[in-house]
Nanobody
């Protein structure tokens, strides 16, 4: 079992940067794919980014070029660095782990509680 705790959310202005962290417990963290998802009010949860065990990354088109996902397996932590934030990036951001590569939420078995990111215009 893996427990995930996100942190780093907050209120920022459009154009600002923010770094989210996803800290995991469990010895097997390095074997998992890790994904970031977000859910805005009244909208469905959407895929943001994912990173493989070896560091291969994949991004949603809406964030590619602005967001960077990276991991530190020694610290059992995955980060999401977000640049040039837009009001439409406002959402609750959650990290999750999976034993397979994927962009669907149902492919991820363990989830954190989420952290709120609010971008004002």
């Amino acid at each position: 079992q893996v427990q995930l705790v996100e942190s780093g959310g907050g209120l920022v202005q459009a154009g600002d940067s923010l770094r989210l962290s996803c800290a995991a417990s469990g010895r097997t963290f390095s074997t998992y794919f890790v994904g970031w998802f977000r859910q805005a009010p009244g909208k469905e949860r959407e895929f943001v980014a994912t990173i493989s065990r070896s560091g291969v990354t994949y991004y949603a088109a809406s964030v590619k070029g602005r967001f960077t996902i990276f991991r530190d397996n020694v610290k059992s932590t995955v980060y999401l660095h977000m640049n040039t934030l837009k009001p439409e990036d406002t959402a609750i951001y959650s990290c999750a782990v999976s034993s397979m590569a994927g962009t669907r939420a149902d492919q991820y078995g363990y989830w954190g509680q989420g952290t709120q990111v609010t971008v004002s215009s």
